[in-house]
């Protein structure tokens, strides 16, 4: 059995103003064209699909469009699909019925019995290869509060719902097939993105769970929630995907793809990595904030030519010693008729560090606005104000005293 992992996808995802829809759809149409080449019996996403709970209509139908051209063109492909913390739970499971007369499983809400009991039936898919089951997948979405077994924190939550799950399944794994289970969440040891707002975690971690979580019967675990393609804790067959595009600057290095896992009778046989090339990649200039002079030379040497939806995202980081009202203009005159696409310009400053001090209010009361300004200058350019500004600040002082 061929089980292709893929998560994080964020379709309509807005990128500094620019919007990636041909990247999506190069992404979709690579895919599908290893769904068949590989002749896969089950396609794994493993939450994120979309990138707001409340798509546009466009992704919408550049995701239902791509399931519906999957499994025509491939008749034996199963789709197993889980909500991500990105995405409306009930909005993906709405169309239940028809996506399941399609093969496509969908787990985004934890339902539960008339007597208020988690529906462990529900989340438990079995994965079939031409119409036999050759394996059971644990189809969990990503856990709200209160999704799990009662308990006062999440990581015990969680892996209250995962043990539960497993004992559940003993009952009716009758067979002993393998087992893949699926998981939207952080897991502790595994790298987060820098900065990157996509993979939102509670602050203290209290949103991470151990790998001891998903126990060592399981065949493959398929985890989403973070971008970088990773193994986690130290087991082989416990693995996050990766994102297909790369979500921040922050991700500009990683390797984008989705893992293809092979399963017999015994369990796991294989795991292969199948690299994928995104349309658009992402260019940061110069590699370390230099001076605004010294970046406008690196921009000149960028290639000339049309702007296109494969053309770089542009990152530009300036070193600054005071401020430069004109550094956007600047920039933007020397990346004229350059192929890339200016994302963002980031400001750096040499930062001075002080030790806190305890100020009396009468110290308080007696410091001049130009001091206070003086100092915060220093402190954020590490240098001392210039005289053009500290006159020009002298001036505002004056204006506004008299009034």
């Known amino acids: 059995m061929k089980i292709f992992h893929t998560a994080d996808w964020h379709i309509g995802q807005n990128f500094y103003g620019y919007e990636r829809r041909e990247e999506h759809q190069h992404f979709l149409h690579w895919l ?39 499994t025509t063109e ?28 399609m093969r496509v499983e969908v787990r985004g809400v934890i339902h539960r019995t008339v007597e208020g009991e988690i529906n462990f039936r529900h989340l438990v898919v079995p994965l079939q290869e031409k119409g036999q089951a050759k394996a059971w997948c644990l189809a969990v979405p990503y856990l709200r509060q209160g999704d799990y077994p009662e308990s006062s924190q999440y990581g015990t939550g969680v892996v209250a719902m995962y043990g539960a799950l ?12 393998p087992v893949v289970a699926m998981g939207h969440l952080h897991v502790f040891g595994s790298e987060l993105s820098d900065n990157d707002r996509s993979e939102r975690i509670v602050v203290g971690g209290l949103e991470c769970v151990a790998a001891e979580a998903f126990g060592s019967n399981l065949a493959y675990v398929a985890l989403g929630h973070l ?26 290095f990683y390797k984008q793809g989705v893992n293809l896992i092979e399963l017999d009778e015994t369990g796991l046989r ?3 990595r199948l690299d994928f090339q995104p349309l658009a990649s992402l260019l940061s200039v110069p590699k370390q904030p230099l001076p605004l002079g010294e970046v406008l030379g690196e921009l000149l040497q960028l290639p000339d030519g049309e702007i296109g939806v494969d053309s770089p ?39 001075v560090e002080r030790e806190q001090q305890t100020v009396s209010l009468e110290t308080w009361q007696n410091i001049q606005p130009m001091e206070m300004a003086q100092d915060v200058f220093r402190q954020k350019y590490g240098t001392d104000m210039p005289e053009h500004i500290e006159k020009l600040l002298l001036e505002v002082i004056r204006e506004t005293e008299g009034e």
Request: aromatic share 6%; glycine share 4%; no cysteine.
């Open 166 to 177: 497993t004992d559940y399944l003993k009952e009716i794994n009758r067979d002993n097939l």
């Open 270 to 272: 294989g795991i292969q």
């Open 313 to 351: 995202y542009l990152e530009i980081k300036v070193l600054e010693t005071e401020p430069e009202p004109s550094k956007r203009h600047q920039i933007e005159e020397a990346i004229k008729g350059k192929a890339v696409r200016l994302a963002r310009i980031v400001a750096v400053t040499p930062k």
């Open 74 to 101: 491939n008749p034996n492909l199963q789709v197993v699909v889980t909500a991500g913390n990105h995405d409306s739970a009930a909005r993906l499971e709405a169309p239940h019925d028809l996506l399941t007369a």
């Open 227 to 252: 971008h970088k393609p990773q193994r986690v804790g130290g087991r082989e067959n416990v693995r996050y995907s990766g994102s297909p595009l790369p979500m921040s600057f922050s991700e500009k």
């Open 32 to 70: 599908k064209m290893q769904l068949s080449e590989q002749e896969a019996d089950v396609l794994l996403i493993a939450g994120d699909v979309f990138d707001s709970p409340n798509p546009s209509a466009e992704s919408q139908r550049m995701f239902y469009a791509f399931l519906h051209d999957v």
